[in-house]
DNA sequence: CACGCTACGACCA
DNA sequence: TGGTCGTAGCGTG
């Protein structure tokens, strides 16, 4: 598995009423979003030798992220997703954000639960590292998962982000 | 490189 | 407060 810099992916600003995100694209899809005002990122491991997507390719993704990211950021469901570029990730991370793609706005679970679901039920502090290891937020939706008797927990983000989020979704704490 | 060891959490009871 | 476990970082051969 070969190491890819960051800059081999190709960024796309997405405007929205929140701010400037982010997309990052490899050849397999899409591998990151960036927060507005996001700090420098910290390029994970891609096994796709710097590889791009076609500029179709590329234009069809974007448009679903945008999409997405905007219904998502309102607090609904975000519908079709381009394809994730999970390499260089773990078999353990990407069971933890495969479990979160499941959750529907509105719903969340405990770090607990999400290590019970993917059949780790003792892992549980290593799902809070998983989650704070999700490189595409929002879409992946890990701000539903909550710490135990529904507290915040934490966010790479920002809680702010969480908490907005979730409030989007008609969550209460 | 490939291990081995250690320290460290977005936790939980 | 301590059990638990996946990661990252670092030191060895």
């Not at 590889?51 to 079709?80: D, I």
């Not at 879409?139 to 809680?159: D, E, I, K």
Request: charged share 20%.
């Amino acid at each position: 598995m070969k190491t890819v810099s960051a800059h081999s992916l190709i960024a796309r600003p997405i405007a929205t009423a929140d701010g400037e995100f982010i997309a990052r694209y490899s050849a397999t899809g899409l591998a990151e979003l960036d927060f507005p005002n996001a700090k420098a990122f910290v390029a994970p491991k891609r096994s796709e030798g710097g590889r791009r997507p076609s500029s179709v390719t590329l234009s069809v993704w974007h448009r679903l992220t945008v999409a997405a990211l905007k219904s998502a950021l309102a607090g609904r469901a975000p519908g079709q997703l381009p394809p994730l570029d999970w390499s260089g990730t773990t078999e353990f991370q990407q069971a933890v954000w495969r479990e979160m793609l499941k959750l529907k706005p509105g719903q969340t679970r405990s770090y607990g639960e999400m290590a019970r679901l993917i059949g780790r039920p003792k892992a549980v502090r290593a799902v809070g590292g998983a989650c704070g290891a999700n490189p595409v937020p929002v879409l992946v939706p890990c701000h539903r998962v909550l710490a135990a008797g529904r507290q915040l927990g934490g966010f790479g983000g920002g809680l702010a982000w969480k908490r907005r989020l979730l409030a989007r979704e008609g969550v209460v704490l």
